[in-house]
């Protein structure tokens, strides 16, 4: 069956710009119309959704995340990435990827990244 | 961007118990409503999508109805595994939106 993994650094310096990977198994990422989302939970609070790219590279952020994301896609490794600069303590979060079919909903996920924000 | 309104946040109820989450959209958005369940520590998982369509694998007990900017989320006879936080998140903008989530405990 389809699995997400997110991997990246769980601490980031204020500033600096964050970068996290999402490795798909069990499909290919450029099969079907799916896109793949990125959603953020801050400690103690809601789902945020960061935004969401196509196997196309085409991509749909956030409007108040919009200046400072930017997703990637590639293809020949499966994988999805993320970078998000520059990072303060409010990006500090688990840090969700999700594969989803926008009539569909998002229905497969990744176990979460925690990132924490050091000043 | 559509805005997603939940209520309540946090509600206490008993197994065995009827629950009902409302979820209201700033605007329109036909049918294009999603739900999910999240306990602690775990990543959501979704329940519910295009507003009243169950996921395989979803208990019959979960069910979803509305359309347009008014939606529902019931729970009929709620049993253990059932407590934990649920999010309507909107499909119908290309940007996406989720409501602020109800913590659904026990009484």
């Known amino acids: 069956q389809v699995q997400l993994r997110e991997s990246g650094p769980g601490l980031v310096k204020s500033s600096q710009t964050l970068s996290l990977t999402c490795a798909v198994s069990?499909?290919?990422?450029?099969?079907?119309?799916?896109?793949w989302s990125w959603v953020r939970q801050s400690p103690g609070k809601g789902l945020e959704w960061i935004g969401y790219?196509?196997?196309?590279?085409?991509?749909y952020y956030n409007p108040s995340l919009s200046s400072r994301v930017n997703m990637s896609i590639d293809t020949s490794s499966n994988r999805i990435s993320l970078h998000l600069s520059p990072m303060t303590a409010a990006d500090t979060a688990v840090y969700f990827c999700?594969?989803?079919?926008?009539?569909?909903?998002?229905?497969?996920w990744g176990p979460g990244t925690t990132v924490s924000v050091s000043s | 961007d559509v805005q997603m309104t939940q209520s309540p946040s946090s509600l206490s109820a008993s197994v065995g118990d009827r629950v009902t989450i409302t979820c209201r959209a700033s605007?329109?958005?036909?049918?294009?409503l999603n739900w999910y369940q999240q306990k602690p520590g775990k990543a959501p998982k979704l329940l519910i999508s295009?507003?009243?369509s169950l996921q395989t694998g979803v208990p019959s007990r979960f069910s979803g109805s509305g359309s347009g900017t008014d939606f529902t989320l019931t729970i009929r006879g709620l049993q253990p595994e059932d407590f934990a936080t649920y999010y309507c998140?909107?499909?119908?903008?290309?940007?996406?939106?989720f409501g602020q989530g109800t913590k659904l405990e026990v009484k």
């Open positions: 605007e329109t958005i036909s049918k294009f």
């Open positions: 998140q909107q499909s119908f903008s290309t940007t996406y939106t």
């Open positions: 790219i196509y196997h196309s590279g085409r991509a």
């Open positions: 069990g499909a290919s990422i450029i099969s079907g119309d799916y896109h």
């Open positions: 295009g507003a009243s």
């Open positions: 999700a594969r989803g079919l926008r009539l569909f909903g998002m229905d497969v």
